[in-house]
């Protein structure tokens, strides 16, 4: 039986990519290929612990062999096959998850400008052969499928597949090189010293044997030509090597062949560690975030070997969310390797290998951040949002843990600076860490509220994350100070003289307010005479709980419930506008309302809420500037 079937069109295009591609490190198929192999053995070892219908072996192996007149390099396993089904959805689709997403994102012009970093975002796995190959083979058998099959592909819009009869399992791939030409030549791929380096750099540490036969040359025998069964590769994992023999050149050397960066990580860490419970764990944080960091699709997770022998791709007990952009693996050998996934949440080995690891990580971080900070500014660029969202979730649970690793803009400071720099800087009477909601220095500098805290040169936290707010809301104080936000309602800055300057006039003008308050009833909870204003005229601020800001974002989110921030509406006593409401207000003149109504009005617009009737409030203007001309 014979059938022709179409690529999927997410496929297509990546191989039409992978095909026109000039990319430099195309010698890396050589590394998919194998990896897929060594996957494809780890697979039927898995299973075959579990599933009586798999015989249990230990000849696993991975062959490599070259042909110089057929300009084939071929690559074979022993290890789980492909039936039918599996043949149609992994080689004719994408299956790789974010991959199809990735490439929807790109634009026809970047793929072809730049095909070397859309090559290096994501591995490219199978589809990678055809950067040297014009025709790939794949002929496969699966101890699930009664038949055999070989899988046929030019990179062109169609592959086949026709029935075989191949009696051992697992998978053997055929490539065909291109054809060589002026610029570009393939014929690298058939020497076998080539090969051999290949496999040392890339997949030394592949846990089954990679074995080639050899044509060596005995200098003893006269240069007789012997043929050779070598194993290409020592075949002890990198993270099963003794740590001092490990330079972070190879750390970081394994962490772009195995998560297919293009980019060394900005941090890697071994862990081995012995006595109560023995692990190692390879740990990377990339240099760039994953693209598809933030989607609901994005997986976290470490890969988790027991006693090298690999178990799961994506363990995500091992990660609390806050760290969830790490890459990397645990091998555990206290771990059963029988041990099923359901049962494997509940592992208390597990949760303290995860939590140890956790403690490991944070510890280099905050290393990092002591010793080069530069460094560590650039990883709270593209991750410290993460760590906000982890002071914040769990009701604050790890808030002590990442307090000291987030990382603030301030007004007064060019860079960024820790909470600790903040308390340490503080001026002698201040009180409070203060901070303010905003996207820019330049919009916080210019609201009202700014103005106490440029009279007493006090420095203040620039809010710029949604979740910013609620972070220091759960943080509440920072080693025994408070925060405060520059718009909350009981903003005291007074001296004693001040303030008893402004309770007489309070009672003063009491009647006043009370009319204030009474026109502007529907819209806020409260009228104060402010202690904060001095060169603008009128600031909202929040009550104590939720603030303005928060509400504003609470109710972006889907399904909010219209959540409401107790508005208190500050008047500056000191402003000429304040006179003018006191004339007013002594003339009994009608206009007052409509003066109330704007007051309130543009104190909504300097916070950016929305206004709730611009109609109403435009004619009240318009009424204004035409009684002022007269
Ligand atoms: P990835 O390996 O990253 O999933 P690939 O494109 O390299 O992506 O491979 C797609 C899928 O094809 C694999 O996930 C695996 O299921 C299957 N596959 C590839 N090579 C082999 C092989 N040698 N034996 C069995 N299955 C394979």
Redesign the pocket.
Known sequence: MSETKKFKTESKRLLDLMTNSIYTNREIFLR?LIS??S??IDKYHYLSLTDERLQKRDDYEIRISVNKDDRTITIS?N????THD?IVD??GTI??SGSLEFLNSMKEEDLKDNNIDVIGQF?V???SSFMVAKKVIVE?KSPFDEKAYRFTSEGTETYKIDEISKDSLG?T?TLLLKDNTEDDNFDEFLDQYEIEDLVHRYSDYIRYPIKMMMKEYNDEEENKEVVEDKTLNSMIPLWKKNKNEITTEQLNEFYRNKFGDYEDPLMSLFISTEGMFTYQALVFIPAHAPYDLYSDKYQKGLQLYSKGVFIMDKCNDLVPDYLRFIKGLVDSGDLSLNISREILQQNSQLRKIASNIEKKILSELEKMKNEDFEKYCKFFEIYGINFKYGIYDEYGAKKDLLKDLVLYNTVKEEKYITLKQYKEAMKEKQEFIYYAAGKSKTSINAMPQMDMMKKHDYDVLILKDDIDEFALTVLGEYDGVKFKSIASENLDLLDDEEDKKLDELKESKKSLIEKLKDSLKNQVDDVVLSKRLVDSPVCLVSGEGLSIEMEKVLNQLPNSSDVKAKRVLEINPNHDLFKALEKLYDNSDSDFNDYASLLYNQALLIEGLPINDPLLFSEKIYKLMIKAAK
Not at 79 to 82: E, H, K, Q, V
């Open positions: 998919e897929n192999a996957d494809a396993d290890g789980i096959g492909m599996e992994n080689l299956a790789k591995g796995g199978f589809y496969t998978s791939i």
